[in-house]
């Protein structure tokens, strides 16, 4: 879909709140069944799977959305609990797999808490999910500034 | 002023000042006590007041109740030690967290060290609530959305601006390993100016990360502080090596601090973070140390004297003008 053409979508369920939470309260179950069992989701509502290795960042204890902490033990295990594997050992693997190796090292923005529980699928359809924080355009990659050979 | 204005020479951070002019920068690390004496901690600024161009303050150490860092850092201020506040995600949501880093630009803090903070769930409050509203990557974006674009997370305007040197934290001795250094060129592209990475005690690992930083550029981009700190026995280093996640510490190290006898295991201490030291300056792309002497402040100025770091550029001028007007005082009162 273009830019344009989903754009005009975006606008068009945005100005129809009947419409924009008739299709939420649909989406949210399908969502919640498909992507609760396969993937741990937990609605934060702001879907970032695709760039971070098809692994839920929501699922990681401390909610990281841009990479692993510094706790992550020598053998990859979660520095909180010991018997889990760091999420982000696995979504940084897994993310150099897929075609789309780079995406791993966009910066991703803070949650929107007030999309938690919605369907994402949805947010995603509005644009709703495109949380800016703060004022000005900012490197939207850390690629943007290292040499990227992949 | 935009990002691309920055200028470390121009900023009012004494630290930026130093690394700017290209000196070896040394920081220090103070914990903050529990409980309201503040005697402790004075007696510790002063022992290292000397000997580091700053000194970071901790917030809440290992998920623990301390005082908090932000009225300890403008206690060092009062005392003319310019400090570190050290800020994590653990505990604040970002309405607290914007509404602490004005708080401690206004009392004079010029420096910020950004923290994703460990988990609570292994600190002495084990139920409360983890906030992480953001991670460390965000708080280092947010501390720049008000320093350099002087608005706050929501895009409204700030005015004035706080002027805060932004730090971050790099972990080389975590996996996964071909991943770090580029989560170090996020920290920079989120605006990070300085970075203080973990303990160094695999300076072979630390060689390679360190290789890999200098290929992505990211030794020009960004100040790197290596992070040192002694054993002060070889029980403690055992448990460093054994309960502290994230950190590596070689069989070697272990085997050295247990032959020597317990009485000289301080001193041995004190001798392997020297080499380390040594072994780190000669890496290119490193602009400083900082020492974690974890509730050992003596041990700072032994090594900094032996690491062949002593004066420090900035504190020895300030000192020397010190004694001058003391000395004037005397006299004028004499």
Avoid at chain 1, 48 to 77: A, E, I, Q, W
Avoid at chain 2, 93 to 117: E, F, M, P, T, V
Avoid at chain 2, 250 to 279: D, H, N, Y
Wanted: glycine share 6%.
């Amino acid at each position: 879909m273009s830019a344009a053409k989903s754009h005009r979508l975006a606008g068009f369920i945005r100005s129809r709140p009947r419409l924009e939470r008739l299709l939420d309260r649909l989406l949210r179950p399908v969502e919640r069944l498909t992507k609760g069992p396969l993937f741990g989701c937990q609605m934060c509502g702001q879907c970032v799977l695709h760039s971070t290795g098809m692994v839920c960042p929501m699922t990681c204890p401390k909610n990281l959305r841009n990479g692993p902490c510094g706790g992550v033990r020598l053998d990859g295990s979660c520095e909180v609990y010991h018997d889990m594997q760091c999420i982000w050992v696995n979504a940084y693997t897994r993310s150099q797999k897929l075609f789309w190796p780079e995406e791993i090292h966009d910066l991703r923005p803070p949650v929107d808490w007030s999309l938690e529980g919605s369907a994402s699928w949805l947010n995603l359809l509005t644009a709703r999910d495109q949380v800016q924080s703060g004022c000005e355009s900012q490197p939207a990659s850390a690629l943007d500034l290292v040499p990227y050979d992949s | 002023m935009t990002a691309s204005d920055f200028r470390a020479t121009e900023h009012p951070s004494r630290l930026a000042a130093i690394l700017a002019a290209g000196h070896f920068a040394v920081a220090a690390e103070l914990s903050p006590p529990l409980g309201v004496d503040l005697e402790k901690i004075n007696h510790n600024a002063r022992t290292i007041r000397e000997y580091a161009d700053a000194v970071n303050v901790t917030d809440n150490q290992a998920a623990s109740v301390r005082l908090a860092s932000i009225p300890v850092c403008a206690l060092l201020v009062q005392q003319g030690i310019e400090p570190v506040a050290q800020m994590t995600c653990r505990d604040r949501n970002r309405l607290a967290i914007q509404a602490d880093l004005l708080g401690a630009a206004a009392l004079g803090i010029k420096n910020l060290l950004c923290l994703s903070g460990d988990h609570g769930r292994w600190g002495d409050h084990p139920g409360a609530k983890n906030v992480f509203d953001l991670d460390s990557t965000h708080l280092v974006r947010l501390a720049r959305n008000m320093v350099e674009y002087g608005c706050l997370d929501n895009g409204k305007p700030l005015s004035p601006a706080p002027r805060l040197f932004i730090g971050a934290v790099a972990n080389p001795f975590s996996p996964p390993y071909d991943y770090r250094p580029f989560r170090l060129a996020k920290k920079v592209a989120a605006g990070a100016r300085f970075i203080q990475t973990q303990l160094i005690f695999n300076v072979d690992r630390f060689r390679t990360y360190m290789d890999r930083v200098r290929e992505l550029g990211l030794h020009e981009q960004v100040f790197i502080l290596a992070g040192v700190g002694p054993f002060k026995s070889s029980r403690q280093a055992n448990f460093m090596a054994k309960k502290v996640a994230g950190m590596d510490v070689p069989e070697v190290l272990l085997e050295r601090m247990e032959k020597t006898p317990r009485a000289a295991q301080p001193e041995e201490g004190i001798r392997i973070c020297c080499e380390i030291i040594e072994q780190v300056r000669e890496i290119p792309g490193i602009a400083g140390v900082h020492i974690m002497a974890v509730h050992w402040a003596e041990a700072v100025p032994e090594i900094i004297s032996r690491a062949g770091l002593y004066p420090r550029p900035i504190m020895a001028a300030t000192i020397a003008k010190d004694r001058q007007e003391a000395a004037l005082t005397t006299q004028q009162e004499g």
